[in-house]
């Protein structure tokens, strides 16, 4: 058991939380217990009025949201964040947050949706 993240695209327009997955959906991202990550995350959820326990939820990201976090990954400031299942990040996880807003931006640029989900 664990904390596993996911990164998704789809040509489907999403509504901006809770909306049911996509049939279409396209993995671009897959994290295990990077909880900073999680708890940034659970911060943008509960910024648009989330309001359910933050695992298996879905919430749809727009480019000033990949902006924000990449400022955010840059600048070394995601959230600490722990809970049972979470694990610990590890300073090799920015690799993979970076990788994951190139191909974020890629999506969004070619008019895909893009979200993140979580299961824990």
């Not at 939380?17 to 671009?28: A, N, S, V, W």
């Not at 300073?91 to 008019?111: H, M, N, S, T």
Request: net charge negative.
């Amino acid at each position: 058991m664990g904390l596993d993240m996911y990164a998704y695209s789809t040509d489907q327009t999403l509504s901006r939380l809770d909306f049911e997955k996509p049939k279409d959906r396209k993995e671009i991202a897959y994290w295990r217990k990077h909880a900073n990550l999680h708890g940034w995350m659970e911060q943008l959820y509960r910024s648009h009025g989330g309001a359910q326990r933050f695992n298996c939820v879905n919430v749809a990201l727009t480019a000033e949201d990949i902006d924000a976090l990449e400022r955010t990954v840059l600048a070394d400031e995601l959230p600490f964040t722990e809970g049972f299942f979470f694990g610990e990040s590890i300073p090799e996880d920015k690799e993979d947050d970076i990788a994951f807003i190139a191909k974020a931006r890629e999506c969004l640029a070619a008019g895909k949706s893009v979200y993140y989900t979580s299961w824990w």
